[in-house]
């Protein structure tokens, strides 16, 4: 019945309510859904309120979830069993109506500040591992993210390249048109890379100035080139427009690629990511001594 009563009465102020009969009920709900407040007796049969308020506190969540305990114990080292058990708030029965919606009032701005501190909390994270210029990855993000690639790769057995590019004869382009020129064709190489590789899947991080270094897990050595031959191409297509001018460039790639091989488990101790880097490195010089505008790849691992 003070179940009935405290659900009608949150559902005529206009909130979504779901209620459960028990704790172990409440945990199959609370598996299929989301819910941000939780209202629990505490004597309950099968699991009591505060078992509920540990498994609560002991899953993870999509965001906080504000408990309110309650129960006709009005005692201070009853309340302070109930704090200590995760509940955030008390309230004794019977409920005063005035009370309930006041402390509601609570919670509800208690959420919406751990939600606003999330929200800056991930922009914060966000610019820390972006580039401000061109809008990818820096090489903050490359550093932490490749050797788990590279780890992931090792564990299934399966395969990863790396394509490290950089535009040719850059310094030219800020010599002729002015450094603002070159942010802009900086920004439309990123744009023009990102409009070509697997959305959520590769990822590509500026490694410094003019190079830029792309991620493809899952990619053997002649897929990556490929795609990297397609990107030359794109990119010495491409006409950049910037204050009335038309700039074109070319771009040079390197391509490194890695096997596990079958049967493998753990990668040769001679590989990292700062090999694969210096592989993929070398190509592109060897790209550049060539002539430019063109791409290199060699294959690491098994069969090598």
């Known amino acids: 019945m003070s179940r009935m009563l405290l659900e009608m009465t949150l559902r005529k102020a206009n909130y979504d309510v779901v209620s459960a009969k028990d704790g172990r009920e409440a945990i199959a709900c609370f598996k299929k859904r989301f819910f941000p ?23 993870a969540t999509e965001g906080y979830v504000f408990i309110f305990l309650l129960t006709a114990r009005d005692s201070r080292a009853d309340m302070i069993a109930g704090l200590e058990a995760g509940a955030d708030d008390y309230l004794t029965k019977p409920l005063d109506r005035g009370e309930l919606f006041a402390r509601l009032k609570t919670a509800v701005r208690i959420l919406n500040l751990e939600k606003s501190l999330k929200e800056a909390n991930e922009a914060i994270r966000v610019l820390s591992i972006t580039d401000t210029l061109t809008g990818c990855y820096n090489r903050t993000y490359m550093d932490e993210h490749l050797p788990k690639e590279l780890q992931r790769t090792f564990r299934y057995g399966h395969t990863i390249s790396v ?13 002729v048109y002015g450094h603002q020129a070159g942010d802009h064709v900086l920004k439309a190489f990123v744009e023009t890379i990102g409009q070509s590789v697997r959305s959520g899947v590769d990822w590509i991080a500026r490694y410094g100035g003019e ?17 990297a031959e397609r990107l030359r191409t794109t990119v010495a297509d491409r006409i950049i427009s910037y204050s009335g001018k038309r700039i074109r460039i070319t771009a040079s790639f390197g391509v490194a690629s890695y096997h596990t091989g079958e049967g493998a488990v753990q990668a ?17 010089y060897q790209a550049k001594n060539e002539g430019r505008n063109r791409v290199v790849a060699r294959r690491l691992g098994e069969g090598s």
């Open 37 to 59: 407040i939780v209202f629990t007796d505490w004597m309950m049969p099968e699991m009591d309120g505060l078992d509920l308020c540990r498994s609560i506190r002991g899953t």
């Open 163 to 175: 394509v490290m590019a950089d535009i040719d004869h850059f310094k030219e382009v800020n010599d």
């Open 211 to 227: 190079e830029f270094l792309l991620v493809l897990p899952e990619t053997t050595v002649d897929s990556a080139r490929i795609l």
């Open 268 to 284: 040769p101790p001679e590989l990292n990511h700062e090999t694969m880097i210096r592989i993929a490195d070398e190509c592109l």
